[in-house]
């Protein structure tokens, strides 16, 4: 195969699999001509590259898994379609209605219920850092108001160390609580790529 | 390898081959296929995550008439590395006390 094949190849099947990403094609065709450069010939380099169907297949996985499963289905009854089994495809899918679609939807409602949960996690976090900072600011600065209100000594000052020590604890947990968040966003992205690979495959 | 754990190797891996100086696509897949393997469909979102979280940027250069992308590595693209290699310390840690364990229970 060679060089403007393997291209031609690359943009008719990322434009079939509804990829529009100038900028992916510009990375294989540019990673195509580093090859020639660095003295393979045209078709060495194009038997070197990765094969145009596992491209595709990496860049699908970056698409929503919305799209991924309108994608699969759309496949499913354009093969059939081909085979001459459009009709028959389109009556299974209406007496397989009871069984796919509470299949499809529990499918959504997992989704929906992670990322549901991946959100409230990260909120909770940011809310305990927020509500410690809070209760910094005013145990520091409350404590002044009490001066004119002739609240001990002891206590103001012992206001404002525990301020102190919220602060010290907000800025602290600052660093560690991005991190987390970020590892949750992490964790989160495990199973949807897992799903996403049973409608790419 | 588990695929998380992977990822958080290439991740490392590249942003090191970038601390040696500017590169571009097909040098990184070579020279990170050196130690770890490494394909272009997996280098490409490597990439793009990379420069979204602000840890490379990338320029475009004319070269031999046409234009190569060159990435270059930022300063939190190096915090990144370091937070790695300590993250990295706690793994040898976890490691070297797993094992020293199993020998003690087959001695």
């Known amino acids: ?201 | 390898m588990d695929a998380q754990f992977r990822r958080g190797i290439l991740d490392a891996c590249i942003l090191a081959v970038l601390e040696r100086g500017e590169s571009y696509g097909y040098q990184l897949v070579k020279d990170v296929n050196s130690f770890i393997d490494i394909t272009e469909s997996t280098l490409y979102p490597i990439l793009k995550r990379l420069e979204a979280a602000n840890m490379l940027t990338v320029n475009s250069k004319e070269h031999n008439g046409r234009l190569r992308k060159y990435y270059q590595i930022t300063d939190a693209g190096r915090e990144r590395i370091t937070e790695l290699l300590k993250e990295w310390e706690e793994i040898i840690k976890v490691y070297q006390y797993i094992t020293k364990e199993r020998s003690e229970d087959n001695d």
């Not at chain 1, 100038?22 to 020639?36: N, T």
């Not at chain 1, 005013?138 to 002739?150: D, E, R, Y």
């Not at chain 1, 968040?181 to 992205?189: E, G, M």
């Open chain 1, 1 to 201: 195969m060679t060089k403007v094949q393997y291209l031609d190849n690359l943009k008719s099947a990322l434009a079939s699999a509804g990829i529009d990403n100038p900028s992916l094609y510009e990375y294989y065709a540019e990673m195509l001509e580093d090859r020639i450069e660095d003295g393979m010939s045209e078709e060495e380099a194009v038997a070197d590259m990765e094969s145009v169907e596992k491209a595709v297949e990496a860049a699908r996985l970056d698409m929503p898994v919305t799209t991924l499963v309108y994608d699969k289905i759309k496949d499913s009854h354009e093969k059939a379609t081909q085979k001459g089994h459009g009709v028959l495809w389109i009556i299974l899918a209406i007496i397989g209605f009871p069984v796919w679609l509470p299949l499809l939807a529990s499918l959504f409602v997992i989704i929906l219920s992670m990322y549901i949960a991946l959100w409230a996690v990260i909120f909770s976090i940011y809310a305990v850092e927020l509500s410690l900072g809070v209760s910094a600011l005013g145990c520091m600065f409350l404590p002044f108001i009490g001066f004119f209100q002739h609240i001990p000594f002891v206590t103001v000052i012992g206001s404002i160390g525990c301020g102190l020590l919220l602060g010290g604890i907000t800025i602290l947990l600052w660093k560690p609580i991005i991190a987390l968040s970020i590892a949750a966003i992490q964790l989160f992205k495990i199973p949807i790529r897992g799903i996403k690979k049973l409608f790419v495959r």
